[in-house]
């Protein structure tokens, strides 16, 4: 939108410049160039005169000072005011801070936000004020300055309606101040466009940081927990290494030694095996010429046996011979002995049956007697029971019989 303006401006600038142009090209009749003389000669005159006039810088400077002064004292106590509160919270912030109520600490940050954005709304309107404390000696200057422009240029206009009736200065003039209002426009409208995007990038550059901001945050405490964690790994690192270390060198001075042991008891037991071998061999020599000596000797048995075996098995023949004869008789003897053997044990048992039998008998009348015994102390006592009850019921009746005879007399 701003560019369209632009143009549309720069367009009706460019047509009024045209036709500008046209109507200043035309002369003018001489009229209305007498009423221009006219007119341009009263103003300069009026020019000199006020050119003529004389002021004193200092008192015009104090005139206008006058006016601001008292409005910049009462902000500047305002400032001073906004600073000792925002001191006295933030002091007030640092004893919150160890208290357990976090509500009051909240509302104290609260509070020194909104200080703090007073007092830099009360520093940039400081700053505006004192910025726009007029220079009077510079404005004079300036004043002068455009009053002497503005007479040449009206003297240059007397000049050319006298000699040619036109005013091609002043048009020129016109058209230069106009183009300086355009750029100005322009320059403005860029500026204002630059600060909107000043302002943007501000706002993202303080996302950014704020983002930059989390994010450091983020990676500091990841770095500390990193870091404490390192430091816990290094230290449990270390004390297992150490371990490690002494139980290695331990493990290996025991291995030494259990392998020095070793290595001396395989030596005593080489040495041993030495003298075993050694006493292998002595007793497999002695063995050996013993051996040798048994097989001779047993060469000489073999001869001699070779001669005596026929002998010898015919012997052995007529010993079986003999042996075979008793063994008929002892197994005629066997039979007989069998024979009376069963004779004997079928008697043995006969006799241990009647034996059986008479006991048997013998138990039978014991019991017979001894419960014909229970049954006669039995009937003793019942009957000297009846006997005794019977004489009590007896000697109960005389009694009653004499009483009754006594009474009667009375």
Avoid at 203 to 224: F, G, M, S, V, Y
Avoid at 228 to 243: A, D, H, N, P, S
């Amino acid at each position: 939108m701003a560019e369209s303006s632009l143009e549309e401006l720069s367009e009706t600038w460019q047509q009024d410049e045209e036709e500008t142009s046209t109507t200043a090209t035309r002369p003018l009749n001489f009229l209305d160039a007498a009423h221009l003389h006219t007119v341009l000669h009263v103003t300069l005159e009026k020019l000199a005169v006020i050119g003529g006039m004389r002021v004193d810088p200092k008192v015009q400077a104090d005139a206008l000072t006058q006016s601001v002064g008292d409005e910049i004292t009462r902000m500047i106590a305002r400032q001073k005011q906004l600073e000792q509160l925002y001191e006295d919270k933030v002091s007030e912030q640092h004893q919150l801070r160890n208290k357990p109520n976090k509500h009051k600490l909240v509302e104290n940050q609260e509070e020194i936000n909104r200080v703090a954005e007073e007092l830099r709304h009360s520093i940039q309107q400081l700053c505006r004020n004192l910025k726009d404390n007029p220079n009077v000696a510079e404005n004079m200057a300036k004043v002068s300055s455009e009053r002497q422009s503005l007479q040449t240029l009206l003297t240059r206009c007397m000049e050319e309606l006298e000699a040619k009736q036109k005013l091609p200065s002043l048009l020129e003039f016109v058209q230069r101040e106009e183009r300086r209002d355009v750029e100005i426009k322009n320059t403005i409208e860029r500026e204002h466009r630059t600060t909107a995007a000043v302002k943007q990038l501000k706002i993202d550059l303080r996302d950014e940081k704020a983002k930059h901001e989390d994010e450091l945050r983020t990676r500091r405490k990841a770095l500390l927990a990193l870091t404490e964690q390192l430091k816990e790994m290094k230290t449990e690192t270390g004390e297992r290494f150490q371990y490690r270390e002494v139980e290695v060198h331990a493990a290996n001075e025991c291995e030494t030694r259990l392998e020095s042991a070793g290595l001396e008891q395989m030596e005593a037991e080489v040495k041993l095996l030495q003298q075993k071998i050694a006493i292998e061999e002595s007793v497999h020599e002695a063995a050996a010429t013993y051996l040798k000596k048994l097989q001779v000797a047993g060469r000489e048995d073999a001869a001699s046996w070779a001669a005596r075996i026929d002998t010898d098995v015919a012997a052995k023949e007529h010993d079986i011979d003999v042996l075979k004869q008793e063994h008929q008789r002892d197994l005629i003897k066997l039979k007989d002995v069998k024979e009376r053997y069963e004779a004997e044990v079928l008697l043995r048992e006969q006799r241990d049956e009647a034996e059986r039998l008479a006991k048997e008998r013998e138990a039978e009348d014991m019991q017979h007697k001894e419960s014909m015994a229970r049954a006669a102390v039995h009937i003793q006592a019942v009957w000297r029971g009846h006997t005794a009850r019977k004489a009590v019921a007896g000697a109960g009746k005389g009694k009653d019989k004499k009483g009754g005879k006594t009474k009667k007399k009375k």
